[in-house]
């Protein structure tokens, strides 16, 4: 059963930091291209970063310089380091396959706030 669960999130004040952790199960996790997706209250679930099966990354124009994506196929396992978070950033934030194919999880909240 293919399962991804997302964690790390939090509340932060802005300029602060958080390092999301996205762990799949039931897929051969080396196999896809990965990315981290996020979605604001009535807004649809947009593309924030991806990586591919042989590290090469990609990073929506809001975050390129604050966000690093990074990927541990041995913990199956990948990370969004978030750097200089501002409130614009506040959402709810998912993992997939960079072509979504796969179960989205739960999702993790990230809340930017003074």
């Known amino acids: 059963q293919v399962q991804l669960v997302e964690s790390g999130g939090g509340l932060v004040q802005p300029g602060g930091s958080l390092k999301l952790s996205c762990a799949g199960s039931?897929?051969?996790?080396?196999?896809?291209?990965m990315a981290w997706y996020r979605q604001a209250p009535g807004q649809q679930r947009d593309l924030v970063a991806s990586?591919?099966?042989?590290?090469?990354?990609d990073y929506g124009d809001s975050v390129k310089g604050r966000f690093t994506i990074s990927r541990d196929n041995a913990k199956n396992t990948v990370y969004l380091q978030m750097n200089s978070l501002k409130p614009e950033d506040t959402a709810t934030y998912y993992c997939?396959?960079?072509?979504?194919?796969?179960?989205w999880g739960q999702g993790t909240q990230v809340t930017v706030s003074s």
């Open positions: 039931g897929i051969i996790f080396v196999r896809y291209d």
């Open positions: 990586i591919t099966t042989g590290g090469s990354t």
């Open positions: 997939n396959s960079r072509r979504r194919t796969l179960l």
